[in-house]
């Protein structure tokens, strides 16, 4: 049977600082550390915060695995003789307090002028000339700039429905990255409903305001429905990450690996276990790059046209072949993932191809530990930042909305998806690329500027531009 729960890397999401105070005598904070080392957190700054001749006070960082190892560690430090632990913060909780974003006025109001401007009565002139020429709402407003992160809570991350105050958290999250990596203003807009008439409603009721909604967090197969109806009764671009996001950076990554091995999208047998909204995404954008064999997997096995179970999403994909994962896996080159804890063994990987290529994006379990693997395969891919070849949507999504804002584009196209994969994966120069570099760092900075360009112009070859 597979182990659905391996052992993790420490990181920094399961990050502590642990404040304790013990005499100020030599080796008590190699004591300490011994501790901490010892359970196998993995130490990072150590600070001074008070001596005395008699007492040392001192905070040190520790990443942990999971909370239950954080618990762990800090039990350990608390059995320590003569020790002292003052106080324990988890970071993570930390950053949240207060939420995460904030909203900053772009001018400044110094005087009653500066006001008269910026508010009544000179708003009232803007307010006719849009009223006038509604497309001046996009020069005279954060319209140009804005977009709707939305969700109903229902698929938040790989915790399932948590409804839309616990997604909050994720949305506000995703609003940094917009401001961070693309400079788009976004806001979170977490909706009390999971009907879809209503969401559709309830976002066609807002988009005055913005320029692009990105859908999040929407569980399958109601984020295909509510994807398609927006697009086709709004006039601003409709994007859900957790499909489009995810299959441009697995495009992206595949078409590195598949440099590194020699072999060709047409012709590599590719598996994709996962069939909601990221698994479907990615195997319609990969017949699109010319992927001729592609073979999805859900929880009960190959999609074979035998299942009387699938849906329109997954009858689209359906094949004459029956049998479970295992099945799938035999002599694949590509194994893509986007499913669930430890459901790949090592033997599963072993009955792959010569040179296999194993996306294990389940977060932050992936569906097998690159470790027990790393002999088996030619080119390893994860959803988490601890490992090489981190598959994150943040190599897409600001730049997509940068592209598609600055070009005041209709709609998202699959050209302009294919074209943002491309550009990421030629981000990764020839005499770089590596079994360990097959996509660019989400903190390159040249990585928005090449996706808002290819899609741009992208657009305007669809002729969904009105820039």
């Known amino acids: 049977m597979i182990d659905p729960t391996p052992t993790l890397t420490p990181n920094s999401s399961y990050s502590l600082t642990i404040r304790f105070q013990f005499p100020n005598r030599p080796g008590m904070l190699a004591n300490v550390t011994t501790a901490i080392s010892s359970l196998g957190g993995s130490l990072g700054q150590i600070d001074l915060i008070e001596q005395t001749r008699e007492v040392s006070v001192r905070d040190i960082t520790v990443d942990c695995a999971s909370t239950e190892h954080a618990e762990t560690i800090v039990e350990a430090v608390k059995a320590l003789p003569e020790t002292k632990v003052i106080n324990v913060y988890d970071r993570t909780f930390t950053i949240h307090r207060g939420g995460k974003i904030t909203v900053n006025s772009r001018i400044p109001l110094r005087g009653q002028a500066d006001l008269a401007m910026a508010y009544t009565p000179g708003v009232g002139r803007v307010c006719s000339a849009i009223a006038e020429n509604p497309e001046e709402v996009y020069n005279l407003t ?170 329109d999403q997954k009858r689209e994909f359906a094949v004459e072949q029956g049998g479970n994962l295992a099945d799938a896996m035999k002599d694949s080159d590509v194994f893509l993932g986007v499913s669930a804890p430890g459901v790949v063994s090592p033997e599963m990987v072993q009955s792959m191809a010569k040179d296999p290529i194993v996306f294990a994006m389940a977060n932050p379990i992936p569906e097998i530990q690159p470790e027990l693997i790393s002999q088996d395969v030619a080119v390893m891919a994860t959803g988490r930042s601890d490992y090489p070849n981190q598959i994150n949507n943040v190599l897409a999504f600001p730049g997509l909305f940068r592209g598609a804002l600055d070009c005041r584009a209709q709609t998202f196209t699959t050209s302009m998806y294919l074209e943002a994969a491309q550009a990421i994966a030629e981000l990764v120069k020839p005499s770089d690329l590596s079994r360990e570099y097959i996509v660019p760092s989400v903190f390159d900075e040249r990585v928005a500027t090449a ?14 531009a009105r820039n």
């Open 451 to 464: 996706v808002s360009a290819a899609v741009q112009r992208a657009a305007r070859q669809d002729g969904v």
């Open 142 to 311: 954060v319209k140009q700039n804005m977009v709707a992160i939305v969700t109903d809570g229902s698929a938040v991350l790989g915790l399932g429905n948590l409804g839309p105050e616990a997604a909050l958290p994720v949305m506000e999250g995703k609003a940094m990255l917009f401001k961070e990596f693309g400079g788009v203003d976004a806001f979170p807009i977490c909706l009390a409903t999971q009907d879809t008439d209503e969401i559709v409603e309830t976002v066609k009721r807002i988009s005055p305001v913005f320029g692009g909604v990105n859908l999040e967090d929407i569980a399958a197969p109601r984020c295909f429905e509510i994807e398609a109806r927006l697009q086709r009764e709004l006039n601003i671009p409709i994007f859900h990450d957790d499909q489009h996001g995810t299959a441009i950076v697995s495009l992206a990554a595949l078409i590195n690996a598949l440099k590194v091995v020699k072999k060709q999208m047409a012709e590599v047998k590719i598996v994709i276990n996962g069939a909601g909204a990221a698994g479907i995404a990615i195997a319609r954008l990969l017949r699109k790059a010319d992927a001729h064999h592609i073979c999805l997997c859900d929880s009960k096995g190959i999609l074979s046209r035998d299942r009387a179970d699938l849906n």
